[in-house]
């Protein structure tokens, strides 16, 4: 796979993606309207679809058809989104601005992005429940990867990251701290995003593993490259303030490391990443080029 | 099982599930304290814990045995405190007090209020799917249970049901959509409390059906018993200000048909959910007293 046919791949990955969150917020059910609306205006805002694509590729590179890991991937999405609604209210990062449109609170008001959040959680579970029960022979893959997904959104995951980064807001934090809070935050979901398409694909546990490694460092590397855009970026390229965590006295790579050492920090993360992914054949080119691309960001 | 017998089996039922809900939050996980403390503090606030006990009365009324059940019916009563903490938010009903101490935002702030109500939603879903992988040959199961639990949390059901009530805050509802309202909001969580109980417990096809519409009676009664506490009841049995439904515009029982007639639904409601039992010998009488417990609440 060349990069342009990666370019090709990602657009068509994403249509998919686009598709399926798309029907699936808006098949009818006996829910209030307003619920829907909030839900579908922060779910389609234009996100990069970074982990359901990686669970597609986890599922491609062990050799899976990707058909029955789609709703899966979307239940990520699903609960990305609502860790972005959650993190954005007035009483944790206080964000008026996401993707370069008004935060959800500020379109619907708080009680129902509280709601709206809330509702995409245990949606997801319902996706994947319901996934799992279509599937009958798999149940106990479905079983497991339900609960690899609740252990990396919850506590010892993505809520206990969002705790840690509450916690420290004008604390100076050792880089092992740092690193500690990024891997729960965004590390936990971005690997079980990989292994859990890897595990219904039907990868063997070496492979799964060696994929866990590569979400691992993966996931760094996107945290610094987004420390590294939050300081030099521009407005437009993030749809949000830019120098908005120095302001807030949050801790970053750039603060801590500086910027070059950084970048050289997630340069060796991308590198790490793809010394994981050895043992594969070409069919793991999308996660490849998913890895250096993270390098690529216009800086 | 007289009245007598009942009130034992209350109290042990409950210190069963309270010495369970102790475990599960106590034990050793990577996970940052504040957010444990959170937790602990609204699951261990003294609830009566009506839904786990509805969920293995519900096993027992099919002749299970209640041991493999009760991770679910300790689940249930983590989403059910999840739900008490952000309805407590100030966006939402901005309570100061619950079961007689200060809400969870009032000790521990906002941001960790939603994080520990995110924590305790995702751990209940985490707790039903390792349950499941225990029992691996009942996996198909836990599934059909996992999925059943979301769409009562979500916005078909709880999650819905608070959107409606945030919603007509400040205006007339009628009766129907005051039922509609709390057949979602308290109505399905009831429902699915005693179904998943009595499905997982090996219950036949027709006595889940028959306990489902026990649970949708019940849960109105329920319902229709704390609007009527609302307004009669004094601080102290219920743990916060009384008639602080009233003093928010918020439609109740009560309101709409007077004290007199709110007495008689529930006491309709209650016979209704007793006439759903009859097909039920004496091991369904834990649910018999449970139901007309309701009545005898003092007004």
Known sequence: MNREEFFIYLRERKALIDERLEFMISAPVRA??????????????????????????????VGGEIDSVLPVACALEFIHTYSLIHDDLPAMDDDDFRRGRPTCHRVFGEAMAILAGDALLTEAFAIVAQSGLIHRSKAEKYLQVMYEMAQAAGITGMVGGQVMDVESEGKELTLADLKRMHEKKTGAMI?????????????????????????????????????ILNVVGDKKLMGKNTGSDASRGKSTFPLMLGLD?????????VLKSLEALSCFDEKADPLRHLATFVMEREY
């Open 261 to 269: 050492e950084s970048k050289r920090r997630l340069e060796e993360e």
């Open 191 to 227: 690997r079980v995003s990989v292994t859990s398409g890897a595990f219904l694909g039907g990868g063997k546990e070496d492979e799964i593993s060696a994929l866990g490694t590569y979400g691992d460092h993966l996931g760094l590397a996107f945290q610094i490259a987004d420390d």
């Open 32 to 61: 209030p309207n307003t619920i829907i609306e909030a839900m579908r205006y922060s779910l389609l805002a234009g996100g990069k679809r970074i982990r359901p694509i990686l669970c597609l590729a986890g599922a491609e590179a």
